[in-house]
């Protein structure tokens, strides 16, 4: 059977648990017509390139399957219908990942990096990252540079 990563994006109004739901419908449809689902990433919310049906934002899910080609279309004819998707993607791989995603491992960094941006300190004592924050000293006198006319007058 032929194998496939399906990737759709879903409104960002509608909830993290209606997307489930709704996975769990184009699963259904998929074992209907005899094929099956070996993974489901969600991804979250993410910001969108440019805006799609009026949405600047929206809820990406990942899928894994294993399905004749009657099952897929089935699949997609009923997102196609679907008022909360907004778009989506079918590509055929030879072999399905078994391991999360390049978006999993991102998230999983983020989440470290977030964690430990928390704990950092700057010499201070206080949580540093502005530039304001610097005292930047006495730059002397600048009478050494050569004066210049911008406004066009000699």
């Known amino acids: 059977m032929p194998l496939y990563e399906h990737v759709f994006l879903a409104r960002q109004d509608v909830t993290s648990q209606q ?15 005899g094929g099956k689902v070996d993974k489901i990433e969600m991804w979250g919310v993410k910001s969108l390139a440019y805006r799609i049906k009026k949405n600047r934002k929206a809820h990406f899910t990942l899928l894994n399957i294993e399905a004749p080609p009657a099952a897929l ?13 907004l778009r989506f993607m079918t590509i055929r791989v030879e072999e399905l990942e078994t391991e999360p995603s390049a978006m999993m491992q991102k998230r999983d960094r983020d989440d470290r990096k977030d964690r430990d941006r928390g704990r950092r300190r700057d010499d201070d004592g206080g949580f540093g990252g502005g530039f304001g924050d610097r005292d930047r000293g006495d730059r002397g006198d600048r009478g050494d540079r050569p004066e210049r006319n911008f406004g066009g007058e000699n």
């Open 19 to 33: 997307v489930e739901t709704m996975v769990e419908t184009y699963k259904g449809v998929i074992e209907q017509n």
């Open 73 to 85: 279309a089935e699949m997609e004819r009923q997102m196609q219908i679907s008022e909360d998707v």
